[in-house]
Structures are given as structure tokens and as C-alpha cells.
């Protein structure tokens, strides 16, 4: 039974940093694609960042230059480091996974595992 785990999730000010990490388990192979989504209260589901097994990245353009996902196979882990937030970042994050490539536009529907989710806010 695959689990995946999120932590580092907390309030802070504009302007601060949180770092959000996901650990999965059940499982004996690695992910091809790891990513992160958020969802605001109201609002639907939305892709953040999600890296393939070569490393390769993609981000939500609300994001790109303030949030940094990263990795760590050996671990079947993956983290998500925030930056600069604003408080339209605020949301419910969950990390999912999926044994196939990350999708082009970062569909939610392409990820098999998901997290239960950790809250994010940031006040102005």
C-alpha cells in the first residue's frame, strides 16, 4: 500500500520561507514523477511543480523563480522550497506521485498516490 507523508507545513509573514517535504512508502521502486498541487478554499486543485526522474522540472508560472522542487530517490522522497510567499500562495498542499512521465500541463488526474495534504498560510 503505497503512503505518502507531507510535513513542514505552518503560518508565516510575506516574505518568508517554508519548506514542504513528502515521503512515500509501500513501495520498493522509485516514482518517475513527484509533484506538488495546492487547493485555496473555493478554488479548484492546481499543479505547482513536479520533477521526473531525470530531474527534469516543471512549475505553475505563478511560482517559477520562488519555489524549488527537488527529489531525493534514495530516500522516495521529494521536497517543495518556497520562497518570497505571498499570500495568495496560501492553500492546502498534497504531494502526489506516479509511476508514469509527469504530464505537460501538470493534470491532476495523471497522478496515481496522493498525500492527505498540509496547510500553508501566509499573512500580509
Known amino acids: 500500500q503505497v503512503q505518502l507523508v507531507e510535513s513542514g507545513g505552518g503560518s508565516v509573514q510575506a516574505g518568508e520561507s517554508l519548506r514542504l517535504s513528502c515521503a512515500a512508502s509501500g513501495v520498493d521502486y522509485n516514482f518517475h514523477c513527484m509533484g506538488w498541487f495546492r487547493q485555496a478554499p473555493g478554488e479548484e486543485r492546481e499543479g505547482v511543480a513536479a520533477i521526473d526522474i531525470l530531474d527534469r522540472t516543471i512549475y505553475a508560472n505563478s511560482v517559477k523563480g520562488r519555489f524549488t522542487i527537488s527529489r531525493e530517490d534514495a530516500k522516495n522522497t521529494q521536497d517543495l522550497q518556497m520562497n518570497n510567499l505571498k499570500p495568495e500562495d496560501t492553500a492546502v498542499y498534497y504531494c502526489?506521485?506516479?509511476?508514469?512521465?509527469?504530464?505537460?500541463?501538470?493534470?491532476?488526474?495523471?497522478?496515481?498516490?496522493w498525500g492527505q495534504g498540509t496547510q500553508v498560510t501566509v499573512s500580509s
Open positions: 502526489a506521485v506516479t509511476r508514469w512521465g509527469c504530464p505537460a500541463n501538470m493534470e491532476a488526474d495523471a497522478f496515481e498516490f
